[in-house]
């Protein structure tokens, strides 16, 4: 396309609607050089209608496809990558009771010790007498018996044997032969004098309250609700080592409220919980002795001092090649059941944590039981998600550098959602209630919320009830890698009566029937291959600028060369009419 050129200083219309002209007689939209050659106006109206509608309808569409842009959509594909080697996950293990009865004489649970030993005299008592009033009931009977086979059968023999102690025990049942009704909550052998046992809460608005509205009224309900919540256990109990008064006043049918007050702190659990010495008797990985490899204590608030297989501190990560029930990890363990405390300890056995070795463990979330005179199978597969960063705002989690505290090496752990939820709930409580409900390990210098402390206690439940609501921003994303082990769990009667004998010898120090408070668990990869998960952006820029190429194309036949051409004329024109120039374009002549 040629153009012929002329001097101007002044804006001049007629040269704009020549280059108009000759645009449109050279355009590459279709439409434009319909609407210009032909010379009948309702061709003219058809065609420049034709335009418009398509104009309208690309741009309902191209709206569409920025609108699907701007919405940041994510696609997974779901993948199985072979190994040959594979890093073992960290396993960590939680006797259920977190604290040791023989170490707590003289401490504040002295009173727990004082109610299991109460309990067991009660039993033992009830049973003696039991079996004695039973006793004397069967010879009673039995004389009787005698007296009427005398009387309507002379010396003539009858068979005694169907009043023995089995029928007996149908009429009356030999675990609550006499009192067959709910007992009181009374602790024979403790003292419980200072307890406070009167159930006026004093917390009744006063008669000379003028309420003069049902608001005012239903207010005044709320606050008494509110104090009653916070602190129903002060009419009971004179502090949290009051637990007899603070069962009385337990609000639960397994007083798990009770254990929310008396529940220790982290230097109590590390004090009196279990040692691992005790707590792992056997330890076989992959076929070889694993008894002297280390393993890192992590104090539980609500297990205890649980333990750690493959945690990383001063040694190499475990990788391993093997797969099958033939290998991997097998531990016997000695939950201790005579050193449970029965408060602490409604189950017994041994809790399991399988996780990433760079990750903290949080048995009460994600734990498996494994259950005393059972072998419990857990067969693991790796799975690995890797999140698309760009769009979901996920956090990259840096894998730390292990440190140590006063020369005992301790654990840094990358970040993870929990964690992240944990801490800021606890950062929050401590900042607004300036004292700690929770730990995860770690002890704080804040003290404890107190649960007699009403300032404390509103505060806490306040700060529960925030966080419940999503009302704390604690800014917590997901991990842009994830890495987590799905099981399959399955359990058997262990040990069998002549492996028993076997394993008590090889232990010493337990009979055979001994060996039936003893658990076995035994973690194992089924294969060593791994699920991976890949986030990635279901609709890109390129894709996005494509698609409004076929859709100028589809509606108005436009294309990038079309456009060049539209902007080229458009300045032209901007030229023509808003700034002087020397020389502009006339019209354009078609020539080589």
């Not at 637990?243 to 009196?272: C, H, Q, W």
């Not at 001063?314 to 405390?341: A, H, M, W």
């Not at 401590?430 to 995860?440: A, G, I, L, M, P």
Request: with cysteine; aromatic share 10%; net charge negative.
């Amino acid at each position: 396309m040629a153009w012929q050129e002329t001097d101007r200083h002044q804006p001049n219309m007629s040269e704009a609607q020549a280059l108009i002209s000759g645009f449109c007689q050279t355009s590459a939209i279709p439409c434009l050089i319909k609407i210009h050659d032909y010379s009948s106006r309702l061709v003219k109206l058809f065609w420049t209608m034709v335009l418009l509608g398509g104009t309208a309808a690309c741009a309902w569409h191209c709206s569409l496809l920025v609108t699907k842009y701007l919405e940041y959509n994510v696609q997974t594909s779901i993948s199985i990558i072979n190994q040959r080697v594979i890093e073992f996950p960290s396993v960590t293990i939680c006797n259920m009771n977190p604290l040791k009865a023989s170490k707590l004489k003289g401490t504040r649970f002295d009173k727990l010790l004082e109610l299991d030993q109460s309990f067991e005299k009660s039993q033992t008592a009830t049973t003696t007498a039991a079996g004695k009033r039973r006793r004397d009931v069967l010879a009673e009977l039995e004389r009787q018996v005698g007296e009427r086979k005398r009387r309507d059968f002379g010396d003539t023999d009858i068979d005694m044997s169907f009043f023995d102690s089995n029928f007996w025990d149908t009429l009356v049942p030999a675990d609550n032969p006499l009192d067959l009704s709910v007992p009181s909550l009374d602790f024979p052998g403790i003292d419980t004098s200072g307890s406070t046992t009167t159930r006026s809460m004093g917390m009744l608005p006063d008669s000379s309250l003028d309420f003069g509205s049902i608001e005012a009224l239903a207010d005044a309900f709320n606050s008494m609700l509110i104090q009653a919540n916070f602190s129903y256990f002060k009419a009971f109990a004179r502090d949290a080592n009051d637990v007899v008064g603070l069962m009385k006043g337990s609000k639960t049918n397994d007083f798990s409220d009770v254990l929310a007050v008396i529940r220790p702190t982290p230097d109590e659990v590390k004090a009196y919980g279990h040692l691992s010495s005790d707590l792992i008797q056997q330890c076989t990985f992959d076929a070889m002795d694993c008894s002297s490899w280390t393993w890192y204590p992590i104090p539980n608030q609500k297990y205890g001092m649980c333990y750690t297989f493959n945690h990383g501190v001063n040694t190499k990560l475990i990788k391993t090649n093997r797969f099958g029930s033939q290998y991997g990890l097998k531990l016997t363990l000695d939950p201790e059941v005579d050193e449970y405390v029965g408060l602490f300890s409604p189950t017994v056995g041994i809790r399991v944590v399988i996780h990433p070795s760079n990750i903290r463990p949080y048995p009460e979330q994600n734990g498996i039981d494994a259950a005393t005179s059972f072998s419990t199978q857990i067969g693991i597969r790796k799975n690995v998600i890797n999140r698309f960063k760009d769009y979901t705002g996920c956090i990259d989690a840096v894998d730390p550098s292990d440190g140590s505290d006063n020369g005992t090496p301790t654990k840094t752990y990358s970040y993870s959602l929990l964690s992240c939820m944990d801490d800021c709930l606890q950062n929050k409580m401590n900042e607004t209630c300036s004292c700690w409900d929770r730990f995860s390990g770690e002890s704080h210098s804040a003290p404890r919320c107190s649960y007699f402390s009403d300032t404390q206690s509103a505060c806490r439940d306040g700060v529960y009830s925030d966080f419940d609501q999503g009302k704390i921003d604690c800014d917590c994303s997901l991990p842009c890698t994830d890495v987590y082990f799905s099981t399959i769990v399955s359990s058997s009667r262990w040990p069998s009566p002549r492996y028993s004998r076997i394993l008590a010898k090889k232990l010493r120090n337990y009979p055979a029937n001994g060996t039936k408070q003893l658990a076995h668990v035994h973690v194992y990869f089924e294969e060593l291959n791994y699920q991976s998960i890949d986030e990635s952006s279901a609709y890109e820029l390129f894709n996005l600028f494509a698609d409004l190429g076929g859709i100028l194309g589809l509606y108005i036949g436009f294309s990038v060369c079309g456009m060049v051409e539209f902007l080229e004329v458009a300045i032209i024109i901007l030229r023509l009419l808003f700034i002087p120039m020397k020389s502009a374009p006339i019209a354009p002549t078609r020539g080589p």
